[in-house]
């Protein structure tokens, strides 16, 4: 099937949430932005996708070898400008902000979620290397990150080290000139080599020699596959080798390689921050892209509801399959989650733009987010690709129908960047007690703000706070335990808020005769179902958040595993 984004969707969204007039950002060229990016992801991105599925990228000893068609891709994505958005000016992006990227991010993403993984990691990196990088560091290497002549990677994990980062033991030596030998293997590496570009920047996380064990000793080395000579030019080889590339559920197309770094003791990197501060500068890569992962589960989302719907006009079963009740409470549950999942992800993106103003208030917003949107939307991207294969029966059972795809595809979401295991302990651990529960508080009070005339919603923000009450006197074991189910109910209350608020702009344009009435009595239709079966249904999570950990350790290891 084609992809169509959805810029109407998009752009009342970026008006009713994400508030973009109050961002600085011109309304004719946010509209030049939705259309173009419209354009380009189905006419560029879309039509790799399944070949991207199929064919894969291939290794071999000399590298990595993209399907036919992504170089060409990739050189028209460049030209476009479409990874510049975000970056900044001095350096050749364009200033436009994290909102613009991220509904470019999720056009491209929705088209072919694989391929837009490249560019999110990407935008990590010159993120990183702009708040940590030296002068010299940034002169050399921004300006072809922005463009997208390079691209760039973040190495964290190794094979005994995966979510204890700590545990790492790549290591990093001085060689007395300013640069360090590093030598070590990291696995799971996005991107980490491929034929797109002609120079690969990697992130690298390594020890120092008698560094202290665990996160307080691990530093950031920028670790160029092409390193350069006396005059500046990358044009000698660093001692940098894809050992081999993983053979996975999806995302076929982008290679996921395992890296090793010195074989041949000639591998060189530098410094990026201060020495033993690397968890600090990797953290400011890792934060938004947890964000852009969260994009991910709307992407996939938006792709699937797509061709549910078509499928469900087409398919006849005595009539078109659209017109039997139990499709259409699908269709609807699909169409409502992924909005839901859109409006928070929108509402966390506008706010980074505010933090980096220095506002406050919206850095805590931000940061209380980030672990919603990330695995509350990563998780809707897999359910939502789950009943697009049950709107197609049988035929989402076959791979040719592509709803396969979409599913495999979605469910590494919930396991990069941070499990959705690890969101909801940061959640519960971090970002719940970390100013006391105020930023929470303040989530509570605009859901009861926006849903003052929805019952449902404010008895689900009753829940939420009393949950946290409950959390902020329990033990860390109590609040792990329910930290998943306290996780959705907030994410799925934040959303109902900005649901709601949509709704009653809809509302009004209706009565107005203003815009689109079909897309507008859509909008309600979708924001009334979110509302009487998404919220209640999370309301009910609130025992299962405070039942305490006791009944998950009645069992000894011997007798679970029984």
């Known amino acids: 099937m084609t992809y169509t984004s959805p810029v109407a969707e998009q752009r009342f969204v970026l008006d009713v949430v994400s508030r973009i007039s109050e961002l ?25 996708n399944r070949i991207g599925d199929t064919v894969g990228a291939c290794w071999s000893p000399s590298g990595v070898t993209m399907p036919a068609g992504y170089k060409s891709a ?12 975000d970056a900044p000016e001095e350096f050749g992006g364009q200033g436009l902000g994290f909102a613009m990227q991220t509904v470019v991010f999720e056009d491209l993403g929705s088209a072919n979620m694989a391929f837009t993984l490249c560019p999110i990691l990407s935008g990590g990196a010159i993120e990183a290397l702009h708040a940590h990088g030296t002068s010299e560091q940034k002169a050399m290497y921004l300006p072809k990150l922005v463009s997208g002549e390079w691209t760039g990677t973040m190495n964290l994990s190794e094979p005994q080290a995966g979510s204890d980062v700590g545990a790492l033991r790549s290591a990093a030596t001085p060689n007395g000139d300013g640069s360090f030998s590093i030598k070590g293997t990291k696995i799971y590496i996005t991107f980490g080599e491929h034929d797109l570009t002609d120079n690969i920047i990697h992130l690298v996380l390594a020890r120092t020699p008698d560094a202290p064990p665990g996160t307080k000793g691990i530093s950031l080395f920028l670790v160029p596959k092409f390193r350069p000579d006396a005059n500046g030019s990358h044009a000698i080889l660093n001692d940098v080798r894809c050992v081999s590339i993983e053979h996975k559920l999806g995302i076929n197309a982008s290679p996921t390689c395992v890296l090793s770094f010195g074989d041949h003791d ?16 990797m953290f400011t890569m890792m934060n938004n892209a947890r964000l852009n992962v969260g994009s991910q589960g709307v992407q996939i989302a938006e792709r699937a509801t797509q061709a549910a719907v078509a499928y469900a006009r087409d398919r006849v079963q005595g009539k078109p399959i659209i017109e039997h009740p139990d499709v259409r ?6 169409k409502a989650l992924t909005q839901a999942a859109r409006a928070l992800l929108y509402a966390a993106a506008a706010r980074v733009d505010a933090a980096r103003t220095g506002d406050s208030e919206a850095k805590a917003y931000v940061d209380l987010l980030t672990p919603l949107v990330k695995a509350w939307g990563t998780d809707i991207g897999c359910e939502v690709a789950s009943l697009g294969v049950q709107v197609y029966g049988g035929m989402g059972f076959i791979e040719e129908t592509g709803a396969a795809q979409h599913y495999r595809d979605a469910r590494i979401a919930p396991i990069y960047e941070g499990t959705n295991g690890i969101q909801a ?26 849903g003052a005339d929805e019952p449902g919603l404010l008895h689900l923000a009753d829940a939420v706070e009393r949950v946290a009450e409950w959390m902020l006197l329990s033990s860390m ?4 335990a329910g930290s998943y189910p306290f996780l959705e109910m907030t994410a799925a209350m934040a959303a109902g808020a900005l649901m709601t608020r949509q709704s009653k702009t809809a509302v009004a344009r209706l009565a107005a005769g203003e ?48």
């Open 266 to 281: 000639d591998c060189k990197g530098w410094l990026i921050g201060a020495e033993m501060g690397g968890m600090r500068a």
């Open 515 to 562: 815009g689109d009435s079909v897309f507008f009595k859509a909008k309600v239709a979708t924001a009334r179902f979110y509302l009487d079966h998404i919220v209640p249904e999370t309301c009910g999570k609130a025992a299962s958040a405070m039942a305490g950990a006791a009944g998950l350790y009645t069992l000894t290891a011997e007798e679970l595993a029984a």
């Open 74 to 85: 990739y050189r028209a994505y460049i030209e476009g400008g479409w990874g510049s958005l």
């Open 477 to 480: 074991e109590d609040r792990l």
């Open 24 to 48: 600085g950002v011109d309304p004719e060229l946010v509209d030049a932005i939705l259309e173009g990016a419209a354009a380009f992801a189905a006419g560029e991105f879309a039509p790799l």
């Open 425 to 450: 302990a940061d959640f519960v651990g971090r970002k719940l007690t970390g100013d006391g529960g105020a930023a929470l508080k303040a989530l509570v009070t605009q859901a009861r703000v926006e």
């Open 329 to 334: 409470r699908m269709l609807l549950r699909m």
